[in-house]
């Protein structure tokens, strides 16, 4: 499966859009690795984002992130699961376009119904994590926006049917290549 000839999938999108779950899916059926940011973040750190967010705060989480993003550019053959807030710092953005970028767009109220019962999101420990969800959605959307691939999920979707799709509409948005 040499569709992408070597370059890294960025999976982006909300908290609760299945980026890991659909990145490990696509990472097997395109012979890549998968690594998920949050996961690099929490080992290197030695704790979990929760305890990182209230420790250091937002700012030191996103800087970690940008970090783990910069290191892992360098790779190819990779399927990148990232935070949902790793878009909203620009620099970010010249580390995503090395890889073809998608957008996991799942609406609010799917999001919040995965995660109503995670208690490791810190931004949603809120007294109201819908209305959470909807303002950091609709702050980021512009953004996720900025993908090269918008893949939109519904309840009725499948992991295995998200991976597929996106796998299917890959050729769609890589640039051809000019033979030399």
């Known amino acids: 499966m040499s569709i992408l000839k070597g370059i890294n999938l960025y999976l982006i999108g909300m908290m609760g859009a299945g980026k890991t779950t659909v990145g490990q899916l696509l990472a097997n059926n395109l012979g890549y690795g998968f690594l998920d ?16 967010f209230a420790e250091e705060g937002e700012p030191a989480f996103r800087q970690l992130e ?11 053959k990779l399927v990148i699961a990232t935070g949902g807030g790793i878009v909203l710092r620009q620099e970010n953005w010249s580390y995503l376009h090395h890889g073809l970028v998608v957008w996991l767009d799942v609406p609010v109220e799917l999001l919040y119904s ?17 209305g959470k969800l909807r303002s950091l959605l609709e702050k980021r959307t512009p953004l996720y926006s900025q993908a090269d691939l918008k893949i939109t999920v519904t309840a009725e979707d499948t992991p295995a049917e998200i991976a597929h799709r996106i796998i299917e509409t890959i050729p769609s948005v890589l640039k051809p290549q000019v033979p030399h």
Request: glycine share 2%; net charge negative.
């Open 66 to 76: 940008s970090d783990v993003l910069a290191q892992v550019c360098a790779y190819t």
């Open 114 to 130: 995965r995660l109503a019962e995670d208690s490791t999101r810190p931004l949603l420990q809120d007294p109201d994590p819908q």
């Open 37 to 52: 940011t949050d996961s690099v973040i929490t080992q290197l750190a030695g704790r979990s984002i929760n305890d990182i």
